[in-house]
């Protein structure tokens, strides 16, 4: 798939990491790894952005939420943004991947964003299996409650399944990992990038197809693996979301946000 869309300027690509913390590899994988060892998780949100739009994928967790889920809290996403030239109160259309803990906090510090979600991650998020502490576990309910807030002020934008946000950027949800994930679509100057957020938090899910271990459904996330790959214009250009691998793959913007932020529509190194 590596025609562009008609009337579509190519968009530029960053990640942005904002915290980490160490796991086992077994951690990372249904049925272990046979060859366990301390590795790392690192967590980032995504600016896409060209001349006509600026847009930010998920919206990570404050420092208060990284000392509860005790977790390495490296910045704030907004002060990553900031360096990226992008003030969060000012951006129009924030996508959230899904409504766990780490991809759907600090709300408020983008005050006129319309946030684009999917119906069914909500009724999952707001639904029966949220009294199982096995689902619940990576939500934070108060996140949840602020999403529903704006959803009442009329600034959540609902899809069900694959659409068109602007035109180059697309969302497709492929499930999974949660009921309602979506992964976003993106074309740039070397064609169709995926940015796979949870559909595949490590470049090793996805190679050795290998289930990470909090999921909803495992079937539905073998199936959103063969999408990543038809919807991207090369198997190295869909991006994992939360491989520490992605700040050595790509370098930074410039060398001041070295171990901030990465360029993503360029060749890995």
Request: hydrophobic share 40%; charged share 25%.
């Amino acid at each position: 798939m590596t025609n562009p869309p008609i009337e579509a300027e190519p968009f530029e690509v960053y990640a942005i990491r904002y915290a980490t913390v160490e796991r086992r590899s077994s951690e990372n994988f249904i049925g272990g790894d046979p060859h366990d060892a301390v590795s790392r998780m690192d967590y980032y949100v995504w600016l896409v952005r060209n001349r006509q739009h600026t847009i930010v994928i998920d919206t990570g967790f404050d420092e208060a939420a990284a000392r509860r889920r005790r977790r390495a809290f490296l910045r704030s996403p907004a002060d990553g943004l900031r360096r990226l030239g992008v003030e969060p109160a000012t951006v129009q259309d924030v996508i959230i991947t899904h409504l766990h803990y780490d991809h759907a906090g600090n709300l408020d510090l983008f005050s006129k964003a319309r946030f684009h979600l999917q119906d069914r991650e909500m009724a999952f998020a707001t639904g029966r299996y949220m009294a199982t502490g096995f689902f619940s576990h990576a939500y934070d309910v108060d996140r949840v409650v602020d999403m529903v807030r704006r959803t009442y002020e009329g600034r959540v934008c609902f899809h069900d399944g694959d659409d068109g946000i602007v035109p180059g950027l697309t969302v497709h949800r492929v499930g999974g990992h949660t009921r309602g994930l979506q992964v976003v679509r993106v074309w740039t100057r070397i064609g169709w990038l995926v940015l796979a957020s949870d559909a595949a938090h490590y470049a090793s899910n996805l190679i050795e197809q290998r289930p990470f271990p909090i999921l909803a459904d495992a079937t539905e996330m073998v199936d959103g693996w063969r999408k990543l790959h038809a919807l991207a214009s090369a198997p190295e250009h869909v991006v994992p979301g939360h491989d520490p691998l992605v700040m050595q793959w790509y370098s930074p913007p410039e060398p001041s946000l070295r171990g901030i932020a990465v360029r993503l529509d360029a060749a890995r190194r």
